[in-house]
């Protein structure tokens, strides 16, 4: 059994090969050959910090030279801070094959699901990209998005760190960025991706353009969301990555008026990479993600298979 750190993930794994790895993953879990094992959570205060400890996984079935593995995402929160641990088994034998740092492709594989769904869902002409926040998945989802689309300008809006992002985003891709406050961000942006800590809606839903895809990915609890019930309803779908962990986790759903999201609008993205459905130019698609252990077993396979451990 190998230990992967997280300075040999950074060495083979990379944002295409996570989007690619990703997008097979969602494929597998879309005919049914892929199992999630969903997300656990205990909490407790001592010395006065707040911990956490969660756990999820996922059994994937082999892919060309990947073999067929089960896996498990661990993770302590210790005020707000995250630190993360995967370990792989073998289907074949059930032994272990390797335990991976995994704080690199966590960071990597929100933004690399992300990037799959726009891939399938954002308009091909789309030019303007708007992201929520400023921090590591706002960063990611920049790196990300814009390697599937060919964006001509991106949209900041932060509470805070806003305008240095902005300069660092333009000295990375290339083309204008610029901060703006939440309702040009919406009203602006043919593709727009939050990824905050907000507890409450970002923005009033009524002034997403025809056509945009949203991407939200800030939060992953019960009692938080970033998309408020006007977006929800204009939607023409709703997407998540699995609707068990959707209708337990995702805020922006849960909390939602019933009746606003109509169960036939409600769709796992791998259901929708196995059997697209038509998408008009006007409609607004969403992509709610909570992160799911998919994601992580998925790269933590590529990566130890990269390193030679599978």
């Known amino acids: 059994m190998r230990l992967i750190t997280e300075a040999d993930v950074a060495a083979v794994l990379d944002p295409d090969s996570a989007v690619a790895a990703l997008r097979a993953a969602f494929a ?3 005919r049914g050959q892929a199992q999630v094992l969903a997300r656990h959570r205990a909490t407790a205060t001592q010395g006065g910090a707040a911990l956490a400890i969660s756990a999820m996984g996922a059994i994937l079935d082999a892919d060309g030279e990947l073999p067929a593995v089960l896996g498990t995402k661990a993770y302590s929160a210790r005020n707000g801070k995250y630190h993360f641990l995967v370990s792989l088994f073998s289907a074949e034998t059930g032994e272990a094959i390797a335990t991976l740092e995994a704080n690199e492709f966590t960071r990597l594989r929100t933004a690399a699901a992300s990037a799959v769904a726009a891939d399938l869902l954002a308009l091909p002409e789309a030019r303007t990209l708007a992201v929520f926040g400023a921090g590591i998945q706002a960063r990611a989802h920049v790196e990300a998005l814009t390697r599937v689309r060919r964006f001509e300008r991106v949209l900041v809006c932060a509470r805070s760190g806003g ?3 902005a300069g660092e985003i333009e000295a990375q891709i290339g083309f204008p960025a610029q901060v703006v406050d939440a309702a040009t961000a919406a009203a602006e942006a043919d593709v727009i991706a939050t990824a905050t800590r907000s507890a409450v809606p970002l923005f ?4 997403v353009k025809q056509g945009a895809f949203i991407a939200a990915v800030g939060s992953s609890t019960k009692v938080a969301r970033e998309l408020d019930d006007a977006l929800l309803a204009r939607a023409a779908l ?4 699995w609707r068990t962990a959707a209708e337990l986790e995702a805020g922006d759903i849960v909390q939602a008026v019933p009746g606003v999201i109509v169960p036939e609008r409600l769709v796992e993205l791998g259901e929708l ?4 459905r038509p998408r008009e130019a ?3 698609v969403v992509y709610k993600s909570v992160g799911i252990g998919l994601e992580d077993v ?3 396979r590529l990566v130890a298979h990269r390193l030679g451990a599978c």
């Open 28 to 30: 597998q879990h879309g």
């Open 204 to 207: 009033d839903g009524a002034l």
């Open 163 to 165: 305008e240095a992002f």
């Open 298 to 300: 998925a790269l933590a």
């Open 273 to 276: 990479i196995v059997s697209p």
């Open 238 to 241: 709703v997407v998540v990555e």
């Open 282 to 284: 006007q409609d607004i």
